[in-house]
């Protein structure tokens, strides 16, 4: 839940700050920041919820297979 909650927060940061980027190489690299993590926390994100034994996606497996 941590990464796609980052997600979410990085994605309407970069989403604000996107028209001012042109303007500015300060707020042009805060917007590159932001979507690398929000590329970043995405894959955690999906990749901790493949059902193997130590990664969270056998928990939710065994929670609700349904899920």
Do not use: K, P, S, Y
């Given at each position: 839940?941590?990464?796609m909650g980052l997600t979410l927060v990085f994605i309407i940061i970069a989403a604000l700050i996107y028209p001012f980027s042109i303007h500015s190489q300060i707020v042009h690299l805060i917007y590159l920041i932001c979507t690398v993590g929000y590329s970043v926390n995405s894959y955690l994100a999906?990749?901790?919820l493949l059902p193997f034994a130590t990664l969270?996606?056998?928990k939710v497996m065994k929670w609700n297979v349904l899920i």
């Open positions: 839940m941590t990464n999906a990749f901790n969270d996606g056998i």
